[in-house]
């Protein structure tokens, strides 16, 4: 199980605002910038979101991160169906000797 | 157009070793510029970072799969490779190759291939 948790779903209408929580700890969310995955149905994932709050090339600005201490959060405006799928938040953990830790995920649902 | 593909047996048996090969193109394993990595999603689950390497032999695995797992690179295909042994039903996931953005295995994962499937069963 990951050390990282994430709220297990969120759902919203279209056009609405849905935020996905991402929980940490001082080793990994504390310490390390914070990346954001979007894995629609049946594909590889895809970097959204990396170092805390940058959105990667072609991200619609609809998507926004941000991080306080050891938690981190995505936001999803004007939610469109097309955005129905798992988001992971993800990051360094410098405890031990070093891992890339996945959260646990969050099923987004278009309703 | 940096590209990364995954190939190898879909099915291994139990106690066996299961090995992938990730194929890329557009970028060089052996340049200074990246980390690159291996990521695998159990069905219906989240994913699990397995490990990560750079082209000087640095590398990083997952505490708790260092004891079965090696991720070796073949520069001269621009290939790497993943290794885990004593494999059971558990291991039994979607792999994914990915490369990092930067020289750092805590970079994020900017590219990734499309998965292979691999199915732990006698």
């Known amino acids: 199980q990951s050390v990282v948790t994430q709220s297990p779903s969120v759902s919203g209408a279209p056009g609405e605002k849905v935020t996905i929580s991402c929980s940490g700890q001082i080793s990994n969310i504390g310490d390390n910038y914070v990346d954001w995955y979007q894995q629609l149905p049946g594909t590889a994932p895809k970097l959204l979101i990396y170092s805390d709050t940058q959105r990667s090339s072609g991200v619609p600005d609809r998507f926004s991160a941000s991080k306080s201490d050891t938690s981190a959060s995505l936001a999803i405006s004007g939610l469109r169906s097309e955005d129905e799928g798992d988001y992971y938040c993800a990051t360094w953990d410098h405890s031990l000797s070093g891992l890339y830790v996945f959260g646990t995920g969050t099923k987004v649902t278009v309703l | 157009q940096q590209q990364l593909q995954e190939s190898g047996p879909r099915l291994v048996k139990p106690s066996e070793t299961l090995s992938l090969t990730c194929s890329v193109s557009g970028a060089s394993i052996s340049g200074q510029e990246y980390f690159w990595g291996w990521i695998r999603q159990p069905p219906g689950k989240g994913f699990e970072w397995m490990g990560s390497f750079y082209y000087d032999g640095t590398t990083y695995y997952k505490p708790s799969l260092q004891s079965r797992v090696s991720i070796s690179a073949e520069a001269a295909k621009n290939q790497f490779s993943l290794r885990l042994t004593s494999v059971t039903a558990a291991d039994t996931a979607v792999y994914y190759c990915?490369?990092?953005?930067?020289?750092?295995?805590?970079?994020?994962?900017?590219?990734w291939g499309q998965g292979v499937l691999v199915t732990v069963s006698s």
């Open positions: 990915a490369k990092h953005a930067g020289a750092a295995a805590g970079h994020p994962l900017d590219l």
